[in-house]
């Protein structure tokens, strides 16, 4: 059954953002970060990931805090790689077209691509995520699939 509803609010965001943590957490690439390296409470964090979330698609929560920071600590415990930011996106991207269509679920899906690529650049290097396209943009998405090429 394909979705047709779009991201209407709060309670869908964090509908979306379960479905994604459940992969990730479970995933053999990048749930290490969340499991072993954060040792990511997700109870404690949902309510936050949403508030971003909600503030990034609608407007209207407060997140008044450095997104950044929690990215940076991680990649000083273990390097992130555009492969593990291709991941996210790809996970991203289906736990919200398991869910929803639409021009916000379009917009959390560019947004998440923005944040990957702006995280990657800010950790590795502002030609990170642009390799072999001379300086272009490349989806981290498809960075992750030719990387297991």
Request: charged share 20%; proline share 5%; aromatic share 10%.
């Amino acid at each position: 059954m394909r979705a047709t509803r779009d991201i209407s609010g709060r309670h869908d965001l964090d509908v979306v953002l379960r479905r994604f943590y459940r992969a990730a957490f479970a995933d053999p690439l990048i749930g290490p970060f969340f499991t072993e390296v954060a040792g990511t409470d997700l109870e404690a964090h949902l309510p936050r990931i949403t508030d971003f979330w909600e503030r990034a698609l609608f407007r209207t929560a407060d997140y008044g805090r450095d997104a950044f920071a929690p990215h940076a600590a991680l990649h000083s415990a273990r390097p992130l790689t555009a492969a593990h930011f291709g991941r996210w996106v790809q996970l991203w991207h289906a736990a919200v077209d398991g869910l929803h269509a639409g021009p916000l679920a379009g917009r959390a899906k560019a947004q998440g691509e923005r944040i990957a690529l702006a995280m990657l650049r800010r950790l590795a290097g502002p030609a990170a995520g642009t390799e072999g396209t001379g300086g272009g943009f490349v989806p981290l998405a498809a960075l992750e699939l030719r990387s297991a090429a």
